[in-house]
């Protein structure tokens, strides 16, 4: 079954440095991997996804994500955090075949200091 | 902001009662899914569809119940609360083929006394 782990429960960082939140993964097959983020008393919102293609991913709000397979990570990176980024990130994979359920991380919350 | 909506946003309720979660996408997805979130944070899969008339129990077994007659509708029913079911309940749906992410609705946030 697949499996995601976010190894930090808090990532402090000042603003205007770069944020890195962390992300390993195991699954079957070339994974689809995802990041998500969480704002409170709000839904997940979508922020990028790998399924094939370039490793650097693009996404929402200035984020994007690199996919290493060699070490089946998927870190997200920001190179300058805004206070506005604080909030919870998860991270999501699935297969590439079969069912469309998604093993989700813990969750990393992440706090930008002014 | 994608268009699906979760009522009610908040709700307390005594134990013992019935009560019933409303989930509704606009976006025509197949594909619809239940998570609870734990005051820790991690999102559990408890309830998923692939289609009208489609239901199946998720990874994290629980006493509720979901149906879906409609394509757009996924409601939740609890038939007799409990303290243990106090949690954030969190609705999403996605296309059966393609893109794969899931959309997530504002959850309900669910308080039994």
């Known amino acids: 079954a697949q499996s995601v782990a976010q190894p930090e429960d808090q990532v402090n960082v000042a603003e205007g440095n770069p944020l890195t939140v962390k992300c390993t993964y195991s699954?079957?097959?070339?994974?689809?991997l995802f990041w998500y983020v969480q704002y409170p008393n709000r839904g997940l919102q979508f922020l990028l996804k790998?399924?094939?293609?370039?490793?650097l991913v693009k996404g929402s709000y200035g984020f994007e994500a690199e996919f290493n397979k060699s070490q089946t990570s998927f870190h997200l990176k920001k190179p300058s955090a805004l206070v506005s980024d604080s909030a919870l990130y998860f991270c999501?994979?699935?297969?590439?075949?079969?069912?469309?359920?998604?093993?989700f991380g813990k969750g990393n919350q992440v706090v930008v200091i002014p | 902001e994608a268009d699906i909506y979760q009522t009610p946003r908040y709700l307390v309720i005594g134990t013992g009662k019935k009560i019933t979660l409303e989930c509704s996408q606009t976006?025509?997805?197949?594909?619809m899914y239940w998570y609870q979130q734990d005051p820790g944070m991690e999102l559990h899969l408890i309830h998923y569809?692939?289609?009208?008339?489609?239901?199946e129990k998720g990874d994290l077994s629980s006493e509720s119940t979901v149906s879906r007659i409609r394509t757009e509708h996924f409601p939740l029913t609890l038939e007799s609360a409990r303290p243990s079911h106090t949690s954030q309940y969190l609705c999403?749906?996605?296309?059966?083929?393609?893109?794969?992410?899931?959309?997530f609705g504002p959850g309900t946030r669910l308080t039994v006394t």
């Open positions: 999403a749906s996605s296309e059966l083929t393609g893109s794969y992410e899931q959309y």
């Open positions: 699954v079957s097959g070339n994974p689809y």
């Open positions: 790998y399924i094939t293609g370039d490793n």
């Open positions: 999501a994979v699935r297969p590439p075949r079969g069912n469309n359920r998604l093993a």
């Open positions: 976006m025509g997805h197949d594909k």
């Open positions: 569809s692939y289609g009208v008339n489609s239901t």
